[in-house]
């Protein structure tokens, strides 16, 4: 059968109780197989079975319960942005609607604490006058209270709203008894109920505008998306929108201008800041040949490219899908949250029943004992609650993402704090990944007869080749003339040509003997060479051998400095190499890590079972690979680190992918990862202090219903604030 995910943003949500209500309803419908719904993003993510469901009988449930959903695809974007940018406008005038009805009871009311007797205090006291001003604050500002309330209940999960519209309702009724049915008329509380609305539609706001900021790491990429491009067509330059662009078209990109899509160079040179997908800050040169990503920034060169990659298959379509889905996932901590929050309102509910009927015993009189209740429930709603761990993985992930460091999950992210053991693959990884000219012996001046050598090579496909003709070109072995030459590969031994009528070989040991040339002076070299893993060249002429040439793999510059700042970490490292014992221990030499901790010889195949045999001894391991011959190594490690230039492999492989190749970033992703955990165990502590605190003050009645209200706000927005100062965090 086949499987669906899609996005849905949920409107009309109010706490985690409103979130963990969808959660649940999706989760029960028939062929869904896990539904996540994130209050601080206000998505819900769903995988279901296509044959027995579907996107809009989803939505349907949704709607039933008393909440929207919309289904976040391209179609849909758009619209939700501008609904989004809508309810934080409509929200804003009701607060300054809301604010300048409730200021003169509250102005009333100071005045008179402090003593002020004018005709204006007594007229701002009267019943009537603050009947007349709390009312529109009551019913038609906090009507979204009233109705989330209603279907709350009716679902039967109480959340924030039925504590707001019990507690106001009850401040609000008992004003209108005192003030017109009887009771004590200078006993008002309608400033109370409506300034507890005002403050909350405050910190609701406040939430909203910080809510949007984490997410500006999403917006920021969207924006880097351009809205045009310059295509070659029949010859002449035509700008058209970036909609319009087709794979094999061939564009112009201009100087100063953004890369339109995802393509390869065919004429011209520049560099292009790539900070966008890698996090580095240098500028990256290009030629013909080269790759391209859309959304990078052109330098100084125009240049032509040829299309590969257009919509939602480009690296930054699929980087931003990336991050939205990780900050649309929760981690494992916030399971706590969760729980609390399903039984926190009935408790909190129960507390205020009790509040009600021992305060009005103990003190005889009921309007105290509602007084206190009312206290109770305003400074138990949780709200703080549902923000504390998806704010924080929302900055966290998009954090990591400006720094070039792809996190799939809130999940990885808490799991990466716990690594006590990395893993690196040598391949690519610790080393660059293709081969180097690393020493030359050579008989002769090397710049004058290297170039035969280059000659040979000059039309080899083979990565030592290529390596050699580099190293030739970089030190002026190079004779154009030369390279025509026509040569003959001999598989399994090397290469050979006829140079000048004369005949040349470049190869191996055994190439050497089977012509008849004595190695027997080169061995004691040959053999230290090869005990560091490099592979030894023999050059010949008819006259002789000419000289010997090593080329290997070269160690990264960064990765002794990495190694180190991991282990400065506590954290074990070992090398996972199919090099033999002696080649690998050179390399372990080099960047700091000890024998034992060298696993050689290694089959691709038999990568995961050392992974394994790690984590039955205990360890969290986080495996570095490059995400396609590590496959399975990456997905039984803890965690799986990519390495790689925004592959489609490496990103669907691994929990984490290091977008430049940088292995510098591994310690800084465990760095944010750990820093991320931290803000969530005390955004948790601040939204749980708050309500521990504050309910035993509210019921012993030393919390005035205004106070509970503002504190309720104030929790929130700590949560929020202290998750956004994650953005000031100082990389070394």
């Not at 993510?45 to 695809?73: C, F, H, M, P, R």
């Not at 005045?111 to 009267?126: D, F, I, R, T």
């Not at 030359?440 to 035969?452: C, G, M, N, P």
């Not at 504190?711 to 100062?725: D, G, K, P």
Request: proline residues 3%.
């Amino acid at each position: 059968m086949g499987q669906a995910r899609d996005t849905f943003v949920i409107t009309g949500m109010t706490c985690a109780n409103c979130s963990a209500r969808v959660e649940k309803e999706l989760n029960q419908q028939k062929g869904v197989e896990q539904a996540t719904v994130n209050f601080a993003t206000e998505k819900a993510t769903v995988l279901y079975e296509k044959e027995v469901t579907n996107s809009e009988e989803l939505i349907e449930q949704v709607e039933k319960i008393g909440y929207g959903a919309i289904l976040y695809d391209e179609a849909h974007k758009q619209h939700i942005r501008q609904q989004q940018q809508a309810a934080e406008k409509r929200m804003f005038y009701e607060l300054i609607i809301s604010g300048l009805l409730t200021l003169p009871m509250v102005v009333g009311m100071i005045l008179m604490m402090a003593g002020v007797n004018s005709p204006l205090v007594h007229w701002l006291h009267k019943p009537l006058v603050q009947w007349g001003l709390a009312t529109p604050v009551q019913f038609f500002i906090g009507a979204r209270f009233y109705k989330g309330a209603y279907h709350s209940i009716k679902t039967k999960a109480p959340n924030m709203d039925v504590l707001v519209a019990m507690g106001t309702s009850a401040a609000y009724l008992l004003s209108v008894y005192n003030g017109f049915l009887g009771g004590v008329a200078t006993d008002l509380y309608f400033e109370s109920s409506a300034m507890i609305i005002t403050l909350i539609l405050l910190g609701k706001y406040v939430e909203q505008k910080a809510k949007n900021k984490t997410s500006y790491a999403i917006r920021g990429l969207m924006d880097l998306q351009a809205k045009e491009a310059t295509v070659l067509r029949e010859g002449k330059e035509l700008v058209i929108p970036y909609e319009q662009v087709l794979v094999g078209d061939h564009l112009v990109v201009k100087p100063g201008e953004q890369v339109p899509t995802d393509g390869v160079v065919v004429a011209g040179q520049t560099v292009l800041d790539e900070s966008m997908l890698t996090g580095e800050s240098l500028p990256v040169s290009k030629q013909a040949g080269d790759q391209v990503f859309g959304g990078t920034s052109n330098g100084a060169g125009a240049f032509q490219m040829k299309v590969t990659k257009v919509g939602s298959e480009t690296a930054l379509s699929r980087i931003i899908q990336l991050v939205e889905e990780a900050q649309g996932t929760k981690a494992p901590i916030q399971q706590i949250a969760d729980k609390v929050s399903g039984v926190f309102v009935p408790a909190v509910l129960v507390i205020a029943a009790v509040t009600l009927v021992v305060t009005s015993l103990v003190t005889g009189q009921l309007q105290v004992g509602i007084i206190h209740s009312v206290s109770v429930l305003v400074i138990a709603c949780p709200c703080a609650l549902g923000l504390a761990t998806p704010t924080a993985i929302m900055v966290g992930t998009g954090l990591g993402a400006k720094q070039g460091i792809l996190i799939k999950g809130g999940e990885a992210l808490e799991k990466a704090a716990h690594l006590n053991a990395i893993v690196f693959d040598k391949t690519g990884t610790i080393t660059e990944g293709k081969p180097q000219v690393t020493d030359v012996h050579w008989l002769e001046e090397v710049a004058d007869s290297f170039k035969y050598l280059v000659a040979l090579e000059m039309n080899s496909e083979h990565p030592i080749g290529e390596a050699v003709v580099a190293y030739g070109q970089s030190i002026g072995a190079y004779d154009k003339e030369l390279n025509e030459t026509k040569t003959t590969a001999l598989p399994g031994l090397g290469i050979k040509g006829v140079i000048e009528n004369q005949e040349y070989l470049a190869g191996n040991r055994h190439l050497m003997a089977q012509s008849g040339f004595d190695t027997g002076s080169y061995d004691t070299l040959v053999t230290s060479w090869e005990n560091q893993g490099k592979t030894v060249i023999y050059v010949a002429k008819e006259q002789g051998i000419m000289g010997i040439v090593a080329v290997s793999d070269v160690v990264k510059e960064e990765a002794a400095l990495a190694i180190k700042q991991l282990k400065d970490q506590g954290i074990d490292v070992y090398l996972l190499t199919g090099d033999n014992q002696r080649a690998a221990q050179f390399i372990g030499e080099q960047v700091g890590i000890e024998k034992a901790h060298i696993f050689a010889e290694v089959l691709p195949e038999d990568k995961a079972s050392y992974v394994s045999k790690l984590q039955k001894q205990g360890k969290q391991v986080g495996m570095v690979g490059d995400g396609i011959n590590d496959a399975p190594a990456l997905a039984t490690a803890d965690i799986g680190i990519a390495m790689g230039s925004g592959t489609d492999i490496a990103m669907e492989t691994a929990d984490i992918t290091i977008m430049n190749n940088q292995l510098l970033q591994v310690e800084r992703m465990i760095q944010l990862s750990k820093k991320t955990v931290k803000k969530i165990k005390q955004n948790l502590f601040w939204a749980f202090i708050y309500n521990i605190i504050g309910i035993p003050f509210a019921a012993l009645g030393w919390l005035n219903p205004i106070i509970a209200g503002g504190a309720m706000a104030f929790s929130s927005v700590s949560v929020l604030l202290n998750s956004l100062s994650l953005n000031r965090t100082k990389w070394h």
